[in-house]
């Protein structure tokens, strides 16, 4: 699938509104034509934190998550023991960490997103942590609303899930991109393979479809990583 530049850079700087809705303690301006049908925060480890958003155009509909910023953030990053994703049918592994922060915040979502048509354009998008989040719930979206045709654009994504829920999420999102920075490690974890010392078990990471890379180098791994150099590189294409 392709997506258009006009509408990648739409989503990235809707990503970059996460983490302004975020510094702004929920505060933000949506893009031009659109407006703002829900705000949402989410539970990390006891902390109740602004996750992300849900806008409406006359014609489509966005759902954004945040990326890492806090510490207990980190911590769920870190939090690689596998879990049952429980909203398919099949015997799917996902990253607990991001499981639980999804987990939190799903039932808000799902309502929200029952109350608008299904027929406009969905797209759901997110950096880092939030690209996590955003694969979690596009997957969800399809296996339990009435949207079917959607769009996942992430950028800087982690890898989510096993090579199960990898498999299940290519079969049934179709129109999936994610967009790597070629000089940023965020993309390379949680590694393939992860032995587990406390339950004497490995875990296995796959990336979901479909790989779209460009190559940009800041000098620091915190800024290969920025929203803003993934923007850039949208940019530069």
Same mark, same amino acid.
């Given at each position: 699938?392709r997506?258009k530049?006009?509408?990648?850079?739409?989503?990235?700087?809707?990503?970059?509104?996460?983490?302004?809705?975020?510094?702004?303690?929920?505060?933000?301006?949506?893009?031009?034509g659109?407006?703002?049908v829900d705000?949402?925060?989410a539970?990390?480890?006891?902390?109740?934190?602004?996750?992300?958003f849900?806008?409406?155009?006359?014609?489509?509909?966005i759902?954004?998550?945040?990326?890492?910023?806090s510490?207990?953030d980190?911590?769920?990053?870190?939090?690689?023991?596998?879990?049952?994703?429980?909203?398919?049918t099949?015997?799917?592994?996902?990253?607990g960490?991001?499981l639980?922060?999804?987990?939190?915040?799903?039932d808000? $979502?799902?309502s !929200?997103? /029952? @109350?608008?048509?299904?027929? #406009?354009?969905?797209?759901?998008?997110? %950096?880092?942590? &939030?690209?996590?989040?955003?694969?979690?719930?596009?997957?969800?979206?399809?296996?339990?609303?009435?949207?079917?045709?959607?769009?996942l654009?992430?950028?800087?994504?982690?890898?989510?899930?096993n090579?199960?829920?990898?498999?299940?999420?290519?079969?049934?999102?179709?129109?999936s991109?994610?967009?790597?920075?070629?000089?940023?490690i965020?993309?390379?974890?949680?590694?393939?393979?992860?032995?587990?010392? $406390?339950?004497? !078990?490995? /875990? @296995?990471?796959?990336?979901? #479809?479909?790989?779209?890379?460009?190559? %940009?180098?800041t &000098?620091?791994?915190?800024?290969?990583?920025?929203?803003?150099?993934?923007?850039?590189?949208l940019?530069?294409?």
């Amino acid at each position: 699938m392709r997506i258009k530049k006009d509408e990648a850079l739409l989503l990235a700087n809707c990503c970059l509104l996460t983490y302004t809705q975020y510094d702004k303690k929920g505060e933000f301006t949506p893009p031009k034509g659109f407006k703002v049908v829900d705000t949402f925060k989410a539970d990390v480890f006891g902390s109740k934190e602004w996750f992300g958003f849900i806008i409406e155009s006359l014609d489509s509909i966005i759902v954004a998550f945040r990326g890492t910023v806090s510490d207990p953030d980190w911590i769920a990053d870190a939090d690689i023991i596998e879990h049952p994703f429980p909203y398919s049918t099949n015997k799917s592994l996902v990253h607990g960490g991001f499981l639980s922060i999804y987990e939190s915040c799903r039932d808000q $979502l799902l309502s !929200k997103l /029952s @109350s608008l048509s299904a027929q #406009k354009q969905l797209y759901v998008t997110g %950096h880092s942590l &939030g690209a996590a989040l955003a694969v979690l719930h596009a997957m969800d979206i399809y296996e339990n609303t009435d949207f079917k045709e959607l769009t996942l654009f992430t950028l800087a994504g982690p890898r989510v899930g096993n090579g199960e829920f990898a498999s299940l999420y290519n079969r049934k999102i179709k129109n999936s991109i994610r967009f790597v920075n070629a000089n940023d490690i965020i993309p390379m974890l949680p590694p393939k393979r992860i032995y587990n010392p $406390l339950t004497e !078990k490995y /875990s @296995s990471y796959r990336h979901v #479809k479909k790989q779209v890379s460009f190559s %940009h180098q800041t &000098g620091t791994l915190r800024g290969n990583h920025s929203i803003y150099t993934y923007i850039k590189g949208l940019e530069e294409l």
